[in-house]
C-alpha cells in the first residue's frame, strides 16, 4: 500500500531564510504527488502538483523518484507562509483516493 | 465564488444519536468525498462518489453511510457516533474528464464532538 511520510511536525525558520519541508513517499507505481496548505482558520487548498512544475507563491516542488522524494522548497520565507503543509500522493492520473502525509506546521519567525 | 460549502461548521451529538453533515458544491464537480481526519493525523478517505456511483474504502466502519441526491449536495451519516468518531470531517471535490480525475478542492469542514 502507498504510504507519505512528512518526518517533521513542526519546521520553525526565521523570516527571509531557506524554507525545505521534507516529503517522501512509498508507492510502486507511477504516482502524482501534491502539496496542500491550510492557513489558519482556512481550508485546506492545493499549492502545487508535480506534474505542473510550476512556482506557486515563491515554492517548488521537484519529483526525485529515485529517493522517493517531493521536497517543498522556498529560498527566502515569509511570515505569511506560516501554515500546514500537507504532502499528498494519487496512485494515477484516474485515481481517486488522495494519500495524506501528517503535516508539518511551518512557523516562520519574524 | 464557486466553491465546497460544509454545513455545519461545528457539531455536537450525544453518544449514540444519529448526527447528518452536509456537503455542497457549486463547482458542477462529477466527484465528491468524505474524509476523516482525527487530532494531529492525516485525512483520511471514508468513500467517494462518481456522479451516483458510490464507493466505498474498505476500512470505512459500517457505522458511517452516505448520500447523493444530486450533483451539488452530498450528505454524510453517521448512524451511531462513538466517542472515536469526534473528529474535523472534510468533503471535497474534483472533476473527473476521462481517463483523468482533476485535483480536488476541499471545503472548510465540519468538526464533530461527541458527548
Known amino acids: 500500500a502507498q504510504r507519505v511520510t512528512q518526518p517533521e511536525k513542526l519546521l520553525s525558520v526565521f523570516k527571509g531564510a531557506p524554507v525545505e519541508l521534507k516529503c517522501n513517499y512509498s508507492y510502486s507505481g507511477s504516482p502524482e504527488l501534491f502539496w496542500y496548505v491550510q492557513y489558519s482558520r482556512q481550508r485546506l487548498q492545493l499549492l502545487l502538483r508535480h506534474i505542473s512544475r510550476e512556482s506557486i507563491k515563491g515554492f517548488t516542488a521537484d519529483l526525485n523518484k529515485g529517493e522517493t522524494s517531493f521536497h517543498l522548497k522556498k529560498p527566502f520565507a515569509q511570515e505569511e507562509d506560516s501554515a500546514m503543509y500537507y504532502c499528498?500522493?494519487?496512485?494515477?492520473?484516474?485515481?481517486?483516493?488522495?494519500?495524506f502525509g501528517k503535516g508539518t506546521k511551518l512557523s516562520v519567525i519574524p | 465564488d464557486a466553491m465546497v460549502i460544509q454545513n455545519p461548521r461545528y457539531q455536537v451529538t450525544q453518544f449514540g444519536k444519529p448526527v447528518t453533515l452536509s456537503c455542497s458544491q457549486t463547482?458542477?464537480?462529477?466527484?465528491m468525498y468524505w474524509y476523516q481526519q482525527k487530532s494531529s493525523q492525516a485525512p483520511k478517505l471514508l468513500f467517494h462518489?462518481?456522479?451516483?456511483?458510490?464507493?466505498n474504502e474498505a476500512d470505512t466502519p459500517d457505522n458511517f453511510q452516505s448520500r447523493r441526491p444530486n450533483t451539488s449536495f452530498c450528505f454524510l451519516d453517521i448512524r451511531s457516533p462513538g466517542l472515536g468518531d469526534a473528529a474535523m470531517y472534510l468533503c471535497?471535490?474534483?472533476?473527473?474528464?476521462?481517463?483523468?480525475?482533476?485535483?480536488?478542492?476541499f471545503g472548510d469542514g465540519t468538526r464533530l464532538s461527541i458527548l
Open positions: 471535497a471535490t474534483s472533476r473527473r474528464q476521462g481517463a483523468s480525475n482533476q485535483p480536488q478542492h
Open positions: 499528498a500522493l494519487k496512485t494515477g492520473a484516474g485515481s481517486y483516493q488522495l494519500t
Open positions: 462518489y462518481y456522479d451516483k456511483d458510490f464507493n
Open positions: 463547482l458542477n464537480h462529477n466527484v
